[in-house]
């Protein structure tokens, strides 16, 4: 409290204030005693006290939750703690050794022999570590900072390192540890503990002690540190360092060891094996373990290996609840991952220890994948590793050690165990891709020389290329003078039946009021005869029996005058005048459409029809078919002898059959059971692909609106299928008879159930192309190099379109109606002339043109001189 204010110089003239209290009486054995009281310091304001009352928590080394109910207190109650904490630190100053003593004398000790002899020298060098130890674990949090900066912790680890094998067997050792777990309880010390490069390890090498308390303690901080973030791999390099130190087979070999022997002291004994289990379960679980299920059974083999197994089930009899629980533990997570594990593989169990199932189930899973060949090379170059493990013990170690940093590595490169290389996976594969580029490479720059070859050759053709193009030049000159001379023909045409359609409407004109006097005529008949009184001058009206009204009508002498405007539209004819009569004049006025009719010689009989696609007129310009004339070919042709090979009248029943659409008809006769509408050999075909595929037509479309999902349709059947999708004059033939379906033959229902579902064509070729997709990339190119080598030779060479004027002349003679007068027809349609028949059904068509070539177009024997490339292109599909 401040100091008493005094009102005068001198008490004796005015009185003093009281005295301050700074002693009380207690009572203590019956005697009264006087005890000095502490001073009461006034409280500040709020803002000071939070501040004063934050440095002690931050000397507490407070965290979390706790430093949160620290923080909540009261003002009186945090001001309280601060006076409290004050007083003892003022009294513990006067009482604690400064850390820089501490640090001189663990200095001093470190690095004496055992004394073997004096016991009070023991007791004094592991007395000064306990007193170390409990110093750090209760000064305050800038006592341990002090500790640090005076370079403690590399005191620490410099006593730990200069121990002799007595030393590391004593209570000394045991202590020593006791500082490091007291430094790591504090979250600087803990810090700077695992920031060291070569703390853990030291820490570590402690396994070695036949110490059980020792080596508990040491087991304890090693899973304390697979806690803390960037621990766990720490704790790894730590027991690979130990395996080298301790002249070890493997790194977990002291912990298995521990687990299964046994100990004087079972209380010492249990501890042990719990401190054990609790970092195998803190190694396996924590770190990349948390996420990783690789990870954890890459460990777990491991310790299988090492037999922990039949170890585990001993350490139940011990039937204590601390120890039971971390093998429950162990277990249930094992278990969990095993059973993860067969869910990955798709399997119900997979026993890890049989050699046996574990090739046969990576033979299946990898047998007709691009994996295979792989894993095949890499079982035959293990045979010739050598196999005397004794002599080669190496190889088989960095074979093991190859595969699990392969399995291990993260996509960033980072292994979460001990590295036995320095090799990033990621890039080894992205090399190995960049390897298979460069073999593609050569492969191409093989194939450029070779194109370079063929260019050079090409080179001397020029000449003849060029003498060939002058020809097409002329050719082209020719067809645009012909092209012209149709074009003024037509125009010519057009003109004269603009007239005629002027001078019709005249005439029009002038029978619908002809007409008009006839009906007055007829009606004034109608009355006569229903009175029944026909007078001489009405009978005189009628006309004679034989005669009739229409030469009245239209006098023969009548020539109009041609109309006033002669371009003009034609006027719609009134409404009462009834249509004009079959054949005559009114006929003339629809509409007609522009089709060109060719002059093509009627056959002596009715011919069997060529079913081709014809190309529409509105598509004719810029294709071949516009510098295309077979007219003139029908005189070198022997129309006589092909009408009788190709008649329609056959001798043999169905044999002359082709599959065109009059041709159906004849089938319907003949077959009233099964009524088959598409070509008769491609309903064949139709039928051998049902019954390669073994299945209905409800499976078939499901497979397809499916994307065959379980895979049961090959690859080929597929590919066949798209051959029998239903062109739209084949779906124009089933429609006309949808009301008939049960009748249809089994190729032809098929084609018509197919035909129902949407974009059937589009969902097949889909699944054609999911299917044939992996195969097809490495075939592309040289393919379409064919085909554009070979579309230029089709182009230019004129054999191949004589060839086709003398089919377009074939086919307009063979087929009539709307099939007939083609400017031209889909190359698709070449595939039929094999299909259409003779009547005898010993030829095709196609033998008859390539008879007529052979005996009267010798030079078109040549073509194939033309087409050179046509071969390899018709074979890519």
């Known amino acids: 409290?401040?100091?008493?204010?005094?009102?005068?110089?001198?008490?004796?003239?005015?009185?003093?204030?009281?005295?301050?209290?700074?002693?009380?009486?207690?009572?203590?054995?019956?005697?009264?005693?006087?005890?000095?009281?502490?001073?009461?310091?006034?409280?500040?304001?709020?803002?000071?006290?939070?501040?004063?009352?934050?440095?002690?928590?931050?000397?507490?080394?407070?965290?979390?939750?706790?430093?949160?109910?620290?923080?909540?207190?009261?003002?009186?109650?945090?001001?309280?703690?601060?006076?409290?904490?004050?007083?003892?630190?003022?009294?513990?100053?006067?009482?604690?050794?400064?850390?820089?003593?501490?640090?001189?004398?663990?200095?001093?000790?470190?690095?004496?022999?055992?004394?073997?002899?004096?016991?009070?020298?023991?007791?004094?060098?592991?007395?000064?570590?306990?007193?170390?130890?409990?110093?750090?674990?209760?000064?305050?949090?800038?006592?341990?900072?002090?500790?640090?900066?005076?370079?403690?912790?590399?005191?620490l680890l410099e006593a730990l390192t200069a121990m002799d094998y007595d030393v590391q067997q004593s209570s000394i050792h045991s202590a020593l540890i006791g500082c490091f777990k007291a430094l790591m309880n504090n979250t600087v010390g803990r810090s700077h503990v695992l920031t060291h490069p070569t703390a853990i390890q030291v820490i570590a090498r402690g396994l070695t002690t036949g110490c059980m308390k020792t080596k508990t303690a040491?087991?304890?901080?090693?899973?304390?540190?697979?806690?803390?973030?960037?621990?766990?791999?720490?704790?790894?390099?730590?027991?690979?360092?130990?395996?080298?130190?301790?002249?070890?087979?493997?790194?977990?070999?002291?912990?298995?060891n521990d687990l299964g022997r046994s100990h004087r002291s079972f209380t010492d004994e249990v501890a042990l094996k719990t401190a054990v289990m609790c970092l195998i379960n803190a190694v396996l679980n924590y770190g990349p373990g948390e996420e990783s299920l690789e990870f954890r059974l890459h460990l777990r083999y491991e310790l299988f290996n090492l037999g922990i197994e039949p170890v585990l089930d001993k350490l139940r009899k011990y039937e204590n609840s601390t120890l039971d629980k971390h093998l429950d533990f162990f277990d249930m997570v094992r278990h969990d991952d095993e059973r993860e594990l067969s869910k990955r593989f798709d399997e119900m169990s997979l026993d890890l220890s049989n050699t046996s199932a574990m090739f046969e189930y990576l033979r299946k899973r990898l047998t007709h994948t691009p994996a295979y060949p792989h894993f095949m090379s890499m079982l035959q170059h293990c045979l010739l590793l050598p196999l005397d493990y004794s002599s080669h013990p190496q190889h088989w170690l960095l074979f093991d050690r190859l595969v699990q940093q392969i399995v291990l590595q993260s996509e960033n490169?980072?292994?979460?165990?001990?590295?036995?290389?320095?090799?990033?996976?990621?890039?080894?594969?992205?090399?190995?891709?960049?390897?298979?580029?460069?073999?593609?490479?050569?492969?191409?720059?093989?194939?450029?020389?070779?194109?370079?070859?063929?260019?050079?050759?090409?080179?001397?053709?020029?000449?003849?290329?060029?003498?060939?193009?002058?020809?097409?030049?002329?050719?082209?000159?020719?067809?645009?003078?012909?092209?012209?001379?149709?074009?003024?023909?037509?125009?010519?045409?057009?003109l004269e039946f603009k007239q005629k359609a002027g001078e019709l409407e005249y005439r029009l004109n002038e029978i619908n009021e002809q007409l008009g006097t006839e009906r007055n005529r007829v009606q004034r008949l109608e009355?006569?005869?229903?009175?029944?009184?026909?007078?001489?001058?009405?009978?005189?009206?009628?006309?004679?029996?034989?005669?009739?009204?229409?030469?009245?009508?239209?006098?023969?002498?009548?020539?109009?005058?041609?109309?006033?405007?002669?371009?003009?539209?034609?006027p719609p004819p009134p409404l009462g005048i009834p249509p004009p009569l079959p054949g005559g004049p009114g006929m003339q006025l629809m509409p007609v459409k522009s089709v060109i009719k060719k002059e093509i010689p009627p056959s002596s009989a009715p011919l069997k029809s060529f079913n081709w696609t014809k190309l529409p007129d509105h598509k004719l310009s810029g294709t071949v078919w516009a510098e295309l004339d077979e007219q003139k070919l029908y005189k070198v042709l022997d129309l006589k002898d092909f009408d009788k090979m190709f008649s329609a009248y056959q001798k043999n029943g169905m044999n002359g059959i082709d599959g065109s659409v009059e041709d159906l008809c004849l089938v319907t006769r003949t077959k009233s059971k099964s009524l088959t509408l598409i070509d008769s050999r491609r309903a064949q075909n139709c039928n051998i692909l049902l019954t390669k595929l073994k299945m209905t037509n409800e499976e078939i479309i499901r497979v397809i609106l499916s994307m065959d999902s379980t895979d049961k349709m090959p690859l080929d059947m597929?590919?066949?299928?798209?051959?029998?999708?239903?062109?739209?004059?084949?779906?124009?033939?089933?429609?006309?008879?949808?009301?008939?379906?049960?009748?249809?033959?089994?190729?032809?229902?098929?084609?018509?159930?197919?035909?129902?579902?949407?974009?059937?064509?589009?969902?097949?070729?889909?699944?054609?192309?999911?299917?044939?997709?992996?195969?097809?990339?490495?075939?592309?190119?040289?393919?379409?190099?064919?085909?554009?080598?070979?579309?230029?030779?089709?182009?230019?060479?004129?054999?191949?379109?004589?060839?086709?004027?003398?089919?377009?002349?074939?086919?307009?003679?063979?087929?009539?109606?709307?099939?007939?007068?083609a400017v031209g027809f889909k190359l698709t349609s070449l595939n039929k002339l094999a299909d259409t028949k003779s009547g005898s059904s010993k030829q095709t068509l196609l033998h008859y043109i390539i008879e007529t070539i052979e005996s009267k177009l010798k030079d078109l024997l040549k073509i194939e001189e033309d087409l050179s490339h046509v071969k390899d292109a018709a074979k890519v599909k």
């Not at 070729?765 to 990339?777: E, I, V």
């Not at 064919?786 to 063979?814: D, Q």
């Open 218 to 256: 040491v087991l304890e901080i090693l899973a304390a540190v697979c806690l803390v973030p960037g621990g766990h791999k720490k704790v790894l390099q730590s027991l690979q360092e130990f395996q080298e130190y301790a002249g070890e087979r493997t790194r977990f070999q002291t912990l298995i």
């Open 718 to 821: 597929v590919e066949q299928l798209l051959k029998f999708v239903p062109t739209p004059e084949e779906r124009a033939l089933l429609d006309e008879h949808s009301d008939d379906c049960e009748s249809l033959s089994r190729a032809d229902r098929f084609l018509y159930d197919i035909s129902r579902v949407i974009h059937f064509e589009q969902r097949l070729s889909a699944l054609y192309y999911k299917k044939k997709f992996p195969n097809q990339l490495n075939d592309l190119w040289p393919r379409v190099l064919a085909v554009s080598e070979a579309s230029k030779e089709a182009i230019r060479s004129k054999r191949f379109k004589r060839v086709l004027e003398l089919i377009l002349a074939i086919g307009n003679y063979m087929n009539r109606g709307a099939r007939g007068n």
């Open 527 to 570: 009355h006569i005869i229903s009175t029944g009184n026909i007078s001489d001058d009405a009978k005189s009206v009628l006309p004679s029996p034989t005669g009739t009204l229409l030469p009245s009508i239209m006098p023969s002498s009548i020539r109009p005058p041609p109309p006033p405007h002669f371009f003009g539209n034609l």
């Open 1 to 155: 409290m401040p100091g008493r204010a005094k009102r005068s110089w001198c008490g004796c003239f005015q009185p003093d204030e009281p005295p301050e209290i700074t002693y009380c009486v207690t009572s203590q054995g019956g005697t009264l005693q006087l005890q000095y009281l502490t001073p009461i310091i006034p409280m500040p304001d709020e803002e000071e006290v939070n501040a004063r009352f934050l440095d002690v928590i931050d000397e507490l080394d407070l965290a979390g939750p706790k430093k949160a109910a620290m923080l909540s207190l009261p003002l009186e109650k945090k001001w309280q703690i601060y006076l409290d904490r004050t007083n003892k630190e003022l009294d513990r100053d006067n009482e604690t050794i400064h850390p820089e003593q501490y640090i001189e004398r663990v200095q001093a000790i470190s690095g004496l022999p055992y004394p073997t002899e004096d016991e009070t020298e023991l007791f004094k060098r592991t007395q000064l570590y306990d007193e170390l130890k409990t110093a750090l674990r209760s000064q305050p949090h800038s006592y341990v900072l002090r500790f640090i900066d005076n370079n403690g912790l590399v005191t």
């Open 413 to 494: 490169g980072y292994d979460p165990d001990v590295s036995p290389l320095n090799i990033n996976v990621k890039e080894v594969v992205h090399l190995l891709a960049t390897e298979e580029e460069l073999i593609a490479a050569r492969g191409r720059a093989e194939e450029l020389e070779k194109e370079n070859i063929d260019i050079v050759n090409r080179l001397t053709n020029k000449e003849q290329e060029l003498e060939a193009r002058l020809q097409e030049k002329e050719d082209i000159e020719n067809t645009l003078s012909r092209v012209k001379e149709k074009l003024e023909r037509e125009t010519r045409g057009h």
